[in-house]
């Protein structure tokens, strides 16, 4: 039973060495080599560092040099399979793997008070630093524990007996015995988040690399804790989570139904499950114009995917999966993940790479469980969403949208802001990419959205003619009984038409984001590069004003103040 397949032999890697189809892997892991791992040493991690997520909120300082170790521990290893013939490549990795196991924990200390919590037992921050547990299993310490075990299994005895014993040592220590012992482990375990796929699907493929025997006594607990995170989409395969996380978590479901498949001669296979294809098509849906695609929750503006992981489940859906244009694809440097990158070369299909893409010139899509509205032409591409401010990295953006032109977001969503502390704490809505306020919504009376199950979206229908929702119930308003938000739709251009039942006596105005700046070219028309806004000045008056993002660079609002008595809005977007 070969687990990791072809990628076992070495006639595997002679192609992965030379055949054209791996060229940009090769060129990616090449370079990577040279940047991370030639002539450079290997940096203790620092105290000092680990800690500042504690006092200051931070978790880049400490998070960089650890993502680098295993960024430098995914190349040392590729370039050791491909070119075996030079040992410069497998000392360094044996280099790495020492460092690695020697490190006081896996877990990050963004994680430290939350992975092996409870829903009855959570760590407050100050014991979470002072009793620091070494081996807590979060998303990095499972996935360390997946890259080790398959490092292990395919450089096999080329690795000294040392290093392949502190492996199987370290693996048990950190993941299996704390597995073993906590049941469930921790919130995860019964989640429904990329963390349950990503978590459980690494150390059950870890415990099917290098503890096979416990499989069949584990495989309920695996398979419960995929059931729960398939529970998190509903059955338009929605990821609510976004592009980024689909990418993460559901490769990480495929990673581990594809190694059970095996595991078990067929007799567990995920993939006859109609929920499963379901969520397998939602990326070739998300792109909406080259790599602007939708960024609703914590998603990114620009998407990517991986060309390996599209192949297989073309391959599983031939009939249902779209094959996307390759350069909208990763070749290594976005997501230097080990067991994402094997499989990149591990599944990518010769025959697939050398086809044409699979893809029309107007696409329209609407997800009635997410209330997600896509449309796509030659001219544009559009999103806009219902939806609740109760989501899976919730933003409060019930009726946001976003209109993309020749290859870039004009009218945008931010998506995510910087991951740290404060951002997942009760300060979460005081972000300008998570409140209401860095979003195309209106502002009644001075207020912005409020998060909660309860602000959500009513009457949300979407089709071929159209978009139309009510988003009312996202605002605390006195005299705020319906916001009736609706977009048309022609071939050039999207009408967005807005109609207040507001008896108060608050101002109403409507706000649009973008990234690049506006220009007003003369009253009741707005330049945002190549796109166009014209609205009517008579009813309302603009004013243009940017804010920094928590990312760097700017956010561009405008914000049309509706005249006294005026109940309507409406703009054509071009």
């Not at 969503?413 to 300008?432: N, P, V």
């Not at 243009?544 to 409406?570: N, Q, Y």
């Given at each position: 039973?070969?687990l990791l397949g072809k990628a076992m032999t070495p006639e595997f890697w002679e192609e992965v060495r030379t055949k054209d189809c791996h060229r940009a892997f090769r060129k990616e892991v090449t370079e990577a080599w040279e940047t991370l791992c030639e002539n450079k040493s290997?940096?203790?991690?620092?105290?000092?560092?680990?800690?500042?997520?504690?006092?200051?909120?931070?978790?880049?300082?400490?998070?960089?040099?650890?993502?680098?170790?295993?960024?430098?521990?995914?190349?040392?290893?590729?370039?050791?399979?491909?070119?075996?013939?030079?040992?410069?490549?497998?000392?360094?990795?044996?280099?790495?793997?020492?460092?690695?196991?020697?490190?006081?924990?896996?877990?990050?200390?963004?994680?430290?008070?939350?992975?092996?919590?409870?829903?009855?037992?959570?760590?407050?921050?100050?014991?979470?630093?002072?009793?620091?547990?070494?081996?807590?299993?979060?998303?990095?310490?499972?996935?360390?524990?997946?890259?080790?075990?398959?490092?292990?299994?395919?450089?096999?005895?080329?690795?000294?007996?040392?290093?392949?014993?502190?492996?199987?040592?370290?693996?048990?220590?950190?993941?299996?015995?704390?597995?073993?012992?906590?049941?469930?482990?921790?919130?995860?375990?019964?989640?429904?988040?990329?963390?349950?796929?990503?978590?459980?699907?690494?150390?059950?493929?870890?415990?099917?690399?290098?503890?096979?025997?416990?499989?069949?006594?584990?495989?309920?607990?695996?398979?419960?804790?995929?059931?729960?995170?398939?529970?998190?989409?509903?059955?338009?395969?929605?990821?609510?989570?976004?592009?980024?996380?689909?990418?993460?978590?559901?490769?990480?479901?495929?990673?581990?139904?594809?190694?059970?498949?095996?595991?078990?001669?067929?007799?567990?296979?995920?993939?006859?499950?109609?929920?499963?294809?379901?969520?397998?098509?939602?990326?070739?849906?998300?792109?909406?114009?080259?790599?602007?695609?939708?960024?609703?929750?914590?998603?990114?503006?620009?998407?990517?995917?991986?060309?390996?992981?599209?192949?297989?489940?073309?391959?599983?859906?031939?009939?249902?999966?779209?094959?996307?244009?390759?350069?909208?694809?990763?070749?290594?440097?976005?997501?230097?993940?080990?067991?994402?990158?094997?499989?990149?070369?591990?599944?990518?299909?010769?025959?697939?790479?050398?086809?044409?893409?699979?893809?029309?010139?107007?696409?329209?899509?609407?997800?009635?469980?997410?209330?997600?509205?896509?449309?796509?032409?030659?001219?544009?591409?559009?999103?806009?969403?219902?939806?609740?401010?109760?989501?899976?990295?919730?933003?409060?953006?019930?009726?946001?949208?976003?209109?993309?032109?020749?290859?870039?977001?004009?009218?945008?969503?931010?998506?995510?802001?910087?991951?740290?502390?404060?951002?997942?704490?009760?300060?979460?809505?005081?972000?300008?990419?998570?409140?209401?306020?860095?979003?195309?919504?209106?502002?009644?009376?001075?207020?912005?959205?409020?998060?909660?199950?309860?602000?959500?979206?009513?009457?949300?229908?979407?089709?071929?003619?159209?978009?139309?929702?009510?988003?009312?119930?996202?605002?605390?308003?006195?005299?705020?009984?319906?916001?009736?938000?609706?977009?048309?739709?022609?071939?050039?251009?999207?009408?967005?038409?807005?109609?207040?039942?507001?008896?108060?006596?608050?101002?109403?105005?409507?706000?649009?984001?973008?990234v690049e700046e506006p220009k007003e070219a003369e009253k009741g028309i707005i330049r945002i590069a190549e796109a166009e806004i014209r609205?009517?000045?008579?009813?309302?008056?603009?004013?243009?004003?940017?804010?920094?993002?928590?990312?760097?660079?700017?956010?561009?609002?405008?914000?049309?103040?509706?005249?006294?008595?005026?109940?309507?809005?409406?703009?054509?977007?071009?």
């Open positions: 039973m070969q290997i940096e203790a991690l620092r105290y000092s560092d680990y800690k500042l997520f504690w006092t200051t909120g931070d978790r880049t300082i400490y998070q960089t040099p650890v993502n680098e170790r295993l960024s430098a521990l995914s190349c040392a290893c590729f370039m050791a399979l491909l070119y075996p013939e030079e040992e410069t490549y497998i000392v360094h990795l044996m280099d790495l793997i020492f460092a690695v196991c020697d490190q006081y924990t896996w877990c990050l200390p963004a994680h430290q008070r939350s992975a092996a919590a409870t829903e009855e037992n959570r760590i407050d921050p100050q014991t979470a630093l002072d009793t620091v547990n070494e081996t807590v299993i979060d998303l990095v310490a499972a996935e360390t524990a997946f890259t080790l075990a398959q490092i292990s299994v395919l450089l096999g005895d080329r690795l000294d007996p040392l290093i392949r014993n502190r492996i199987a040592v370290e693996v048990d220590r950190r993941i299996v015995e704390p597995f073993l012992k906590m049941q469930p482990y921790g919130v995860w375990e019964s989640g429904t988040s990329n963390w349950t796929a990503v978590c459980m699907g690494s150390v059950a493929c870890a415990i099917m690399l290098l503890r096979p025997e416990l499989v069949n006594e584990l495989q309920p607990r695996f398979d419960r804790a995929m059931e729960g995170y398939l529970s998190g989409f509903n059955d338009d395969g929605i990821c609510l989570e976004g592009v980024g996380y689909w990418n993460y978590g559901f490769g990480f479901f495929v990673f581990y139904a594809d190694m059970i498949r095996t595991f078990t001669d067929g007799r567990t296979d995920y993939f006859k499950r109609e929920k499963v294809k379901s969520i397998a098509l939602f990326i070739q849906k998300m792109f909406l114009s080259g790599k602007a695609c939708v960024s609703f929750s914590d998603g990114e503006r620009d998407g990517t995917f991986s060309l390996g992981l599209q192949h297989y489940l073309k391959n599983e859906y031939p009939d249902d999966v779209t094959l996307l244009p390759r350069e909208l694809s990763y070749a290594y440097n976005i997501c230097r993940r080990f067991s994402a990158l094997l499989r990149l070369a591990l599944w990518l299909d010769e025959a697939l790479y050398q086809a044409p893409t699979d893809k029309t010139d107007a696409e329209v899509y609407y997800a009635p469980d997410a209330q997600w509205y896509i449309r796509k032409n030659a001219a544009y591409g559009f999103a806009a969403k219902g939806g609740c401010n109760a989501e899976m990295h919730n933003h409060n953006d019930v009726g946001s949208f976003i209109f993309a032109k020749n290859g870039r977001q004009l009218l945008a969503d931010l998506g995510s802001g910087t991951y740290t502390r404060q951002y997942f704490s009760s300060e979460r809505y005081t972000f300008l990419e998570t409140s209401s306020r860095g979003h195309s919504v209106p502002i009644i009376d001075g207020k912005y959205q409020h998060e909660g199950r309860e602000a959500a979206a009513v009457g949300t229908l979407g089709d071929e003619a159209g978009f139309v929702t009510d988003i009312a119930g996202a605002y605390d308003c006195a005299g705020l009984e319906s916001i009736r938000r609706s977009f048309a739709f022609a071939a050039e251009s999207v009408t967005l038409q807005d109609e207040f039942v507001y008896t108060g006596k608050g101002s109403i105005v409507e706000r649009l984001i973008s609205y009517d000045p008579a009813r309302c008056t603009l004013e243009i004003h940017s804010e920094p993002t928590s990312k760097g660079g700017d956010c561009w609002m405008m914000d049309f103040t509706l005249a006294d008595g005026v109940r309507s809005f409406a703009c054509e977007i071009r």
